[in-house]
């Protein structure tokens, strides 16, 4: 870990910087892969199976039976949890569905605007060492609301053939029935082109590592939207005084047990704060089972003395943080100097796994300091919204020497026409 007592704001551009990878040959690799799955279709991602994920299955598609057996195969303790969390979820995504509003702008000239779901979505969940079910959650349910027609979820298998049953259990629980048996970069593949097995589609949501990120990125290439660009996750922590070393420690490696590339930054103002939250992360770090991911996520990582809580969250507006914990005292005072975070957690019992999890908010945040620009995935993210005008005679009298002017100032005459001809009547 590296630490740092009242950094000059010169070197803050040197702080923020995430971990790198070597994109050139990841975009070769996933150019590649793309290439073969639009020439080969479903054998493509038969090999790609065998090659990356050791593997041999002869259906991509995770079957009924599979399905329906997935709830014998987690504990009543674990349905009942992803039960309430789907409940919060739900809750608060239908907060966000809007009433339609006609505005009229000049006398007899209506607008308004109007939701249409994405017909056609696709969500990607990571399996591997950590199966994100809880993904499936934070994707299915706001695409359901927005009333998605088709939505298709890729995730890979197991060395056996088999898809973590607490990722079928939630898909299934989310009205989710079509299940593909492939992850990685070729999902992504599929998805954008279609395969004979698995559909195409209009829009493609889900983390995943650098392969998957890069390949979501390629995707728009062919018409495919995104949810967002994103990389490994990451948090940053402002703390004064009033926090609890304990906490903190437990919140900052949380978000490094996701994977040596993820990255967290400690901020205090106190430096007895700073000094016991790094002895409690060596002495927690002990008992994680993900502790050697963890460790190289903190070997890129900053524990930083700042003067004041201000220039902490100027530092923190400057990285944009997926998700940003405050563990301050009076935290309302400081909500309106927050500028760019993916979400924020707010006092010492805000923990950030409520969030990953079962509060309510989505977990699907930007990352790489992309939230200076992108919100994380909520109900409008599976819409599209279409506006609407009407003009009565009268609007377009009232409207029509406007439109005519600004026309023929443009030199497009023939808009002025399409005005005119209708005045003349």
């Not at 607008?111 to 017909?119: D, K």
């Not at 970069?185 to 209009?202: C, D, K, M, R, S």
């Not at 060596?282 to 003067?307: C, G, M, T």
Request: hydrophobic share 40%; charged share 20%; proline share 4%.
């Amino acid at each position: 870990m590296n630490i740092h007592q009242f950094p000059s704001k010169n070197s803050w551009n040197e702080l923020i910087k995430r971990p790198v990878f070597k994109r050139e040959e990841v975009s070769e690799i996933v150019s590649g892969i793309f290439d073969e799955v639009q020439k080969s279709g479903d054998k493509a991602l038969f090999d790609f199976n065998k090659k990356f994920d050791s593997v041999e299955i002869v259906n991509l598609s995770a079957s009924s039976k599979e399905i329906e057996n997935s709830a014998q195969l987690i504990s009543e303790e674990l349905k009942n949890a992803i039960q309430q969390a789907k409940e919060n979820i739900t809750k608060f995504h239908a907060s966000q569905d809007n009433e339609i509003q006609k505005i009229e702008t000049t006398k007899g000239v209506i607008c308004w605007r109007e939701n249409r779901a994405i017909e056609k979505v696709g969500i990607y969940i990571p399996g591997g060492t950590a199966p994100l079910f809880s993904t499936v959650l934070m994707l299915a349910i706001p695409a359901q609301l927005a009333g998605c027609k088709e939505i298709i979820l890729c995730t890979p298998p197991d060395k056996n053939g088999d898809i973590n049953p607490a990722i079928l259990y939630t898909a299934q629980l989310c009205g989710i029935t079509k299940i593909f048996k492939i992850g990685g970069a070729q999902a992504i593949a599929a998805l954008t082109f279609g395969t004979e097995t698995i559909p195409n589609v209009y829009k493609i949501f889900g983390p995943g590592n650098q392969f998957v990120v890069a390949a979501k990125e390629l995707a728009q290439n062919f018409g495919v939207a995104i949810d967002m660009p994103a990389g490994p996750s990451e948090v940053l922590i402002i703390a004064d005084e009033n926090a609890v070393p304990e906490f903190c420690a437990a919140d900052l490696l949380s978000q490094a047990e996701h994977g040596s590339d993820s990255q967290v930054i400690f901020i205090s103002t106190d430096l007895k704060v700073l000094n016991e939250t790094i002895k409690e992360v060596k002495k927690q770090i002990k008992s994680l089972p993900r502790n050697e991911f963890a460790q190289q996520s903190l070997d890129n990582s900053h524990f930083i003395l700042i003067k004041t809580i201000e220039e902490a969250l100027e530092f923190s507006n400057l990285y944009a943080p997926e998700h940003l914990i405050l563990a301050i005292k009076n935290f309302e005072n400081y909500i309106s100097s927050i500028q760019n975070a993916g979400s924020v957690f707010l006092g010492n019992y805000s923990c950030e796994s409520a969030g990953d999890y079962a509060s309510g908010t989505n977990h699907t945040l930007p990352t790489n300091g992309f939230a200076k620009n992108y919100s994380g995935v909520s109900l409008d993210s599976f819409v599209k919204k279409i506006t609407f005008q009407n003009l009565s005679k009268d609007g377009l009298q009232n409207l029509g020497k406007t439109i005519e002017i600004m026309a023929e100032a443009e030199g497009l005459i023939a808009h002025k026409s399409a005005v005119s001809i209708r005045l003349k009547k």
